[in-house]
């Protein structure tokens, strides 16, 4: 399985999702590339140290002949590796856009590796650029986080539209794995509210999980750790083990 994580919005939970799905995934004995496709490399140092990146995704995807088995790290946890992100990878989208197999870029150089793994995740930036279709076509799954506000179904459209071009032709397998209610608070009518309407909209696709506001799950990347081992009895580490059987049931 490949998940990309995809939402053109910022600040609605992505690479907090990437970063505890990969990390659920790899303490369930489940060999887990993490991706990071966001040129804020947030997923990355998340769980490295910046000095110890070298070469990154932006020289994968740049480089013909550089293949993404060199440049994926380990990570703390022994089935959880990394292919890191740099700043550099910005740059990426001007030198991707008119070149032939731009969309594909990912897809060719993930292909040799593929087999090495049980699960692979992507975590992308907020916008619909080429580094996003790029982790679309590449994909199996897209799983959307959507943040739990009165702006949340705003741009859906987009995204719904992109998803459906990129199933139209450069990639018919790719599904909606699911939708994710991020930063949520269940005790508010407007919380409530916004779960109908993102149900609503999205028709049975809506996780049952949602993940709550919680200041742990803020925290656990500063110190190079997943919720799991930074706050294993907090409600974020239950609400992303919750999600993480979800998504497995789905796959």
């Known amino acids: 399985m490949i998940i990309t994580i995809a939402n053109q919005k910022g600040g609605v939970g992505k690479t907090t999702t990437a970063i505890n799905l990969s990390a659920a995934f790899a303490q369930k004995n489940l060999k887990t590339l993490l991706i990071d496709l966001d040129p804020q490399a947030n997923s990355t140092m998340s769980f490295?140290?910046?000095?110890?990146?070298?070469?990154?995704v932006y020289d994968v995807l740049t480089d013909p002949d550089l293949p993404l088995?060199?440049?994926?790290?380990?990570?703390?946890?022994?089935?959880?590796?990394?292919?890191?992100?740099k700043i550099s990878l910005a740059k990426v989208e001007s030198k991707l856009i008119g070149e032939i197999d731009?969309?594909?870029?990912?897809?060719?150089?993930?292909?040799p590796a593929a087999g090495d793994y049980d699960a692979i995740v992507i975590d992308t930036p907020p916008t619909l650029g080429m580094i996003t279709v790029n982790a679309m076509v590449a994909?199996?799954?897209?799983?959307?986080?959507?943040?739990?506000?009165?702006?949340?179904?705003?741009?859906?459209?987009?995204?719904l539209e992109t998803i459906e071009k990129i199933k139209s032709r450069p990639n018919p397998n790719l599904q909606i794995l699911g939708v994710v209610i991020t930063l949520?608070?269940?005790?508010?009518?407007?919380?409530?509210?916004?779960?109908?309407?993102?149900?609503?909209?999205?028709q049975g696709k809506l996780f049952k999980t949602t993940i709550s506001k919680s200041i742990r799950l803020e925290e656990s990347p500063a110190y190079r750790e997943s919720i799991f081992t930074f706050a294993p009895r907090s409600s974020g580490a239950m609400e992303y083990y919750s999600l993480t059987e979800e998504v497995l049931s789905r796959v």
């Open 139 to 159: 994909a199996s799954h897209v799983l959307i986080p959507i943040q739990s506000s009165y702006f949340a179904l705003e741009g859906t459209d987009d995204l």
């Open 184 to 202: 949520h608070d269940r005790r508010t009518i407007l919380g409530r509210d916004i779960q109908k309407q993102i149900d609503d909209v999205f």
């Open 48 to 56: 490295l140290d910046r000095k110890a990146v070298g070469l990154s």
């Open 102 to 111: 731009g969309h594909y870029r990912l897809k060719d150089k993930l292909q």
């Open 69 to 85: 088995r060199s440049i994926v790290l380990p990570t703390a946890l022994p089935t959880l590796w990394v292919a890191p992100a």
